[in-house]
């Protein structure tokens, strides 16, 4: 069998999927080649690529749209559905996706409130004591998103001391989620949530309702002393209000390991302001991409099989 990683990126989910389909054949190419090297394989993953319709028909022999991973935002679905092509992504709570996010959260929020910046500037300048931080006990932390991510966010804050307001698709849902939230909404609260919290936290897919969720009108009602982590999709955010939100310091930094265009340019202007960031890098842990290649693995084998698959769409 034929797999078609369509970015040159992420190259330890390659090795990993390597581990588990030693017999088969593992490519991949740089996203403008896709369209050369898709129509000779039998599964495509996309990664951060998009598939759209256009180059989805050109896919001749493909049987298979897997992700490596959740996301499904670049893929279009329903032209793979009409030409006959399964596809499927592995969701969070079944890899260990959702925990490495997590704890990758809990290191951003850590980093923005005690200052990493001026600590290494104190570093520099051999001065001891400074900057003072803030803790993350006591504060209030808005996570829109209760899905696996954001309950695995919930659990580790709320075990830190903080006090956790959510914003849900379904909020009447409530099975699975961890207890002692404080505030459970819709999507229609999030005004409600904005001006309470200290850390406004985004674990939502991106879909046409999330995208642009985080616009000006949104930042504005935030306190002048919270901080943004988003880690889902760089597109939940609009890039021009977020801009303006830092340099006028109607919020006090960022945490973004998601970008509207991946990777970034380092030269980025809203890397002039306080944001600590990380190269999409939340979920690359040991752990979950060993559990990911394996599941994405078990899929294969079964279309090989003529099983059916696990986690279509």
């Not at 931080?133 to 903080?162: D, Q």
């Not at 309702?209 to 609009?238: D, P, Q, W, Y």
Request: aromatic fraction near 8%; charge should be neutral.
């Amino acid at each position: 069998m034929k797999i078609l990683f369509c970015d040159t990126t992420f190259e330890h989910a390659r090795k990993a999927l390597k581990r588990y389909l030693a017999d088969d054949e593992i490519l991949y190419c740089p996203k403008e080649d896709i369209e050369k090297n898709i129509a000779n394989v039998d599964v495509a993953i996309p990664l951060m690529a998009r598939l759209d319709g256009d180059l989805i028909e050109k896919a001749s022999k493909l049987r298979l749209i897997q992700q490596f991973g959740v996301g499904l935002e670049g893929v279009d679905v329903e032209a793979a559905k009409r030409k006959g092509i399964l596809v499927a992504n592995v969701p969070a709570k079944e890899t260990g996706n959702a925990i490495s996010v997590a704890e990758w959260v809990v290191f951003l929020m850590l980093a923005l409130a005690r200052n990493y910046w001026e600590q290494l500037e104190s570093l520099r300048n051999r001065k001891l004591g400074v900057p003072v931080g803030k803790t993350l006990f006591g504060k209030k932390v808005g996570i829109v998103g209760m899905g696996s991510l954001g309950c695995e966010i919930a659990n580790r804050l709320r075990a830190m001391g903080m006090e956790i307001w959510g914003i849900k698709k379904n909020p009447d849902e409530r099975q699975g989620l961890p207890d002692g939230i404080k505030f459970l909404g819709g999507p229609a609260d999030l005004k409600v949530l904005l001006p309470v919290v200290d850390f406004l936290i985004l674990a939502v897919p991106l879909t046409a309702e999330t995208r642009g969720l985080i616009g000006k009108s949104e930042l504005k009602a935030m306190k002048s002393s919270a901080f943004l982590i988003n880690v889902s999709r760089g597109s939940v955010v609009n890039y021009d209000a977020l801009l303006w939100a830092l340099a006028e310091k109607e919020i006090a930094g960022a945490g973004l390991d998601v970008f509207w265009e991946e990777p970034i340019d380092p030269n980025d202007p809203i890397f002039q302001y306080n944001v600590v960031a990380s190269p999409h890098v939340a979920a690359m842990t040991d752990y979950s991409l060993d559990n990911i290649a394996q599941a994405v693995a078990n899929n294969l084998k079964r279309l090989k099989r003529g099983l059916p698959l696990k986690y279509l769409a």
